[in-house]
């Protein structure tokens, strides 16, 4: 515990956090290369190479500590194997696991979850994610999954979940390295496709340059052009999208190191003047900070800074997920400090993230205003009436 961190709370009347929660890593977990070059973990077994969610933490997740939002990751490969290819073909083991998943979290517990296909944007080898793979949509690779293949995965997965108004559809986990317009297109071709199955879910729409909000105005060169040029001109006949922001506090914005150095309120400012122009909102669906004095205070200023703006309506901590152990999500260069999950450890058994990070610093400044009731909405506290006048293709 670090008692100075309490100090810093309650932010009270104008909070505008309505959704918040954990990302629930595991379900991407067990893809490798081994010693002999050999690639392991296609399809994986379930429950020692991956796993979705613990039932029984999620449970004292929601029921103590009262957060309503949980980001379960899946990789495309599993869902969709290589052999039939991306598309509408689903691997249905695989998906009743992650329903199960899905439906205890949003139907047992009454929380909100968010679907994520954990997979940078590339499809067809998740060994060495996040940099194997071809970029979905690529035209000039003749391996690649194409953007069609993408908008009918994603109409598939639609249609399984459109009837459950707590489930929220994150287009892709970090795009990286290809072109920004690409990105836009491949989020706007899975828009189009959600919708026309008549499904109004939330759905998070991520940008380029792993979806860093630091540098969503910002040019990387060729056509890595800036996410604000684009993004915002997402077309949604359902009104109903945020933009999907990941922002880690170290050096290099990744979250593998643990010094916390880039304040998130000075390094949001740009993306925040965006939003507010635009008329958009944000979830940030990443984010963390490993267990010193100096990482918890602007871990607390980054929440209360989401609180104090209300261009952001939701986020979920990197990371929990029941196949961590003693191995941390982020922010520690390699120690293991455990991660977010209820009772875990450091090595040795000793307090590390959960003990030291979320108990001390998330728990107290989750905001008094989590949202309960009805669908999971980007309209979310605009006082308005919520319901959505889209009406299907179908
Ligand atoms: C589908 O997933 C299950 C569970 O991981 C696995 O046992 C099975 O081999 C997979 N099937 C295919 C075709 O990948
Ligand atoms: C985005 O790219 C720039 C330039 O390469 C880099 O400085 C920045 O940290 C990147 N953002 C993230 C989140 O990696
Ligand atoms: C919201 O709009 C719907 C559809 O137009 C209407 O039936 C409902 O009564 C409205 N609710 C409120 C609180 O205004």
């Not at 499904?199 to 890595?224: C, E, F, K, R, Y």
């Not at 450091?346 to 989750?366: E, K, M, S």
Request: aromatic share 10%.
């Amino acid at each position: 515990m670090k008692p100075g961190l309490l100090l810093s709370c309650a932010l009270g009347a104008s909070a505008t956090i309505f959704y918040a929660g954990v990302a629930e890593s595991g379900g991407e977990f067990g893809l490798w290369i081994d010693g002999s070059g050999q690639s392991i973990g296609l399809p994986g077994r379930f429950g020692s190479e991956y796993a979705f969610a613990n039932p029984e933490t999620v449970d004292i997740l929601v029921d103590e500590h009262e957060i309503n939002l949980f980001r379960v990751a899946f990789v495309l490969e599993r869902m969709c194997p290589i052999e039939t290819g991306l598309g509408v073909l689903y691997n249905e083991t695989y998906f009743d696991l992650f329903k199960e998943a899905i439906d205890h979290i949003t139907i047992t517990k009454n929380a909100y979850a968010i679907l994520d296909p954990h997979n940078y944007m590339r499809y067809n080898n998740p060994y060495q994610q996040p940099m194997s793979g071809s970029i979905i949509g690529d035209t000039s690779d003749e391996r690649a999954a194409t953007t069609e293949q993408f908008a009918e995965f994603w109409g598939e997965l639609a249609s399984r979940f459109k009837d459950n108004e707590r489930v929220a559809f994150g287009i892709m986990n970090e795009p990286h390295d290809m072109p920004t317009q690409l990105v836009f297109d491949n989020n706007q071709a899975a828009v189009d496709a959600i919708r026309a199955t008549g499904a109004t879910n939330l759905i998070l729409v991520p940008g380029n340059n792993w979806s860093g909000g630091h540098s969503w105005t910002q040019n990387w060169g060729g056509d890595l052009l800036p996410n604000s040029e684009f993004m915002g001109n997402i077309v949604d006949p359902a009104n109903n999208w945020v933009l999907d922001i990941h922002e880690y506090l170290d050096a290099d914005y990744s979250g593998t190191l643990p010094g916390c150095v880039n304040s998130f309120e000075e390094h949001m400012v740009e993306l925040t003047s965006w939003l507010r122009e635009n008329g958009l909102k944000a979830m940030v669906t990443e984010f963390g900070g490993s267990d010193s004095d100096e990482c918890a205070d602007m871990l607390t200023r980054a929440l209360e800074y989401m609180e104090n703006n209300p261009e952001y309506i939701g986020w979920t901590a990197w990371a929990a997920g029941p196949l961590w152990g003693v191995n941390s999500p982020c922010c520690t260069d390699r120690t293991q400090l455990g991660s977010l999950e209820p009772g875990s450890t450091a090595a040795g058994g000793g307090p590390g993230l959960y003990d030291n990070v979320w108990l001390p610093v998330f728990l107290p400044n989750l905001p008094d205003t989590l949202e309960w009731e009805g669908p999971i909405d980007s309209h979310v506290g605009s006082g308005g009436n919520m319901t959505r006048r889209f009406v299907s293709k179908r």
